[in-house]
T-cell receptor, first 113, second 111 residues
């Protein structure tokens, strides 16, 4: 099973709302990632968790707050977003070591109004 | 800053033609992955190349990793409309989780 699931599939939120994106994998992977992808662009790394600890934050604004409650779950909490934050948000996981291949979820299409 | 440059950016070909997509960098990668992505969906892993000079085949797709582990290529033989999509290479510098994606190649195969 190489499945990464993400919920919701689509999300529309106002600039004053608080919402969360969820990601789950049951492959025993110990590294999990959040990416942001704008239209016609490749995915850009936002955060990396390794063994449930935040390993990389690519200078992401604080209105995005990641959380890794356990080795299978990854959340991205959203607050006071801007319209330019509208994008496809992708979650990925990999076994454990740097450079291990990543498996991606289907993404959450976020629209900020 | 490490970059992965892909070429060509766009490719529109007839069914049955062959094509090659290139992924180049000036830096060494511990491995490179190739993905295909459909609009509005997550990237789907096609292959991982790890050893310099490695060649992997996946049906009509042939992947090669450069001897110096700085570049890779994807060759498709007898392309079919089902091959249409965005092809992305990706990798992380040795010892890091800082994955970067290539600039992407949009392929359209016409029936």
């Amino acid at each position: 099973d190489t499945e990464v699931t993400q919920t919701p599939k689509h999300l529309v939120m106002g600039m004053t709302n608080k919402k969360s994106l969820k990601c789950e994998q049951h492959m025993g992977h110990r590294a999990m990632y959040w990416y942001k992808q704008k239209a016609k662009k490749p995915p850009e790394l936002m955060f990396v968790y390794s063994y449930e600890k935040l390993s990389i934050n690519e200078s992401v604004p604080s209105r995005f707050s990641p959380e890794c409650p356990n080795s299978s779950l990854l959340n991205l909490h959203l607050h006071a977003l801007q319209p330019e934050d509208s994008a496809l948000y992708l979650c990925a996981s990999s076994r454990a070591d740097p450079g291990d291949e990543q498996y991606f979820g289907p993404g959450t299409r976020l629209t900020v109004t | 800053t490490q970059l992965l440059e892909q070429s060509p950016q766009f490719l529109s070909i007839q069914e049955g033609e062959n094509l090659t997509v290139y992924c180049n960098s000036s830096s060494v990668f511990s491995s490179l992955q190739w993905y295909r992505q459909e609009p509005g969906e997550g990237p789907v892993l096609l292959v991982t190349v790890v050893t310099g000079g490695e060649v992997k085949k996946l049906k009509r797709l042939t992947f090669q990793f450069g001897d110096a582990r700085k570049d890779s290529s994807l060759h498709i033989t007898a392309a079919q409309p089902g091959d249409t999509g965005l092809y992305l290479c990706a990798g992380a510098p040795p010892g890091t989780y800082k994955y970067i994606f290539g600039t992407g190649t949009r392929l359209k195969v016409l029936a």
